[in-house]
């Protein structure tokens, strides 16, 4: 479970704001590791990688549902241009290796919804937040209970699914114009819509997101924007404040070397019983 420390992290707090905002406990522990209170979050904020005390500010121990499926159940999210195609690949890589049998697949799906999705973001079609929050709902609901490749069956015959994005991306990018809440009931509470059995996060700064896909992409689609980012980025630590209670939500600082970010997200998936 993320505490709120990770969460505050993760909306590129600065120090003095997560002093402020910081349930008691977790500033006396705070205070506690860095042996002072003077610059206590903002040493914190200088540490790119945590020792196994510092990373007890981070997560706290959290109880997984059983869900009574046979394969595991991982979503990849973080920002445009985090690196969530090449983490996916390398993961799917080492699951098959280790004689797994496993399932890449990605949301907004190949779907005819897709399609209406892929129409609105390229800025073809323009629609409105509400209506994409119900395009996504549905393409989703597709994508878990369609007898042909649904994410249901595939966990069910005991294949390891791994998604390109999920509901987390719904709450983040569409509750940044319509209500999250209303976004979160729908999915959340959908009984045709799995809970996975993990959530990783690649956390990535917005500079750098924008840096890479600058590089990588021909035509920007209608969230590429910096602006638009860096609200969603916030928007991401409000879904994982809601979700964070029942679910495994993990976040991987995905701003260091290729083959240790891999090497995170391969752990955090054994880990998963
Ligand atoms: P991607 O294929 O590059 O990840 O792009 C998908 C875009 O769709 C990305 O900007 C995030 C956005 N998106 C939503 O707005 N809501 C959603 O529920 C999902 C799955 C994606």
Partial sequence: MLTQLRLLLLEDAPADEIERRLPPDELEALYAWHGKKEGAAEAFLSLDEYDEKASALLYRPGRRAASGRRGKFIVLEGLDGAGKTTHIELLRKRLLSDGRSVYATAEPTASATGG?????????????????????????????????????????????????????????????????GWVAQMNLGCPDICTPDACIFLDLSVEKCVERMAKERVTAEIFETEEIIRRVKRRFADTFRMCNDNENIFIVNADREKEKVSAEIYDIVKGIK
Avoid at 159 to 169: A, Q
Wanted: with cysteine; hydrophobic share 40%.
């Fill in 116 to 180: 209406l999705i892929r129409d609105a973001l390229s800025g073809l079609h323009p629609r409105a937040a509400s209506e994409l929050a119900a395009l996504f709902l549905c393409d989703r609901i597709q994508h878990n209970i369609n007898p042909k490749n649904g994410i249901k069956g595939f966990l069910e015959a005991g294949t390891d699914v791994i998604c390109d994005r999920y509901y987390y991306s719904s709450l983040a990018y569409q509750g940044i114009d319509s209500d999250i």
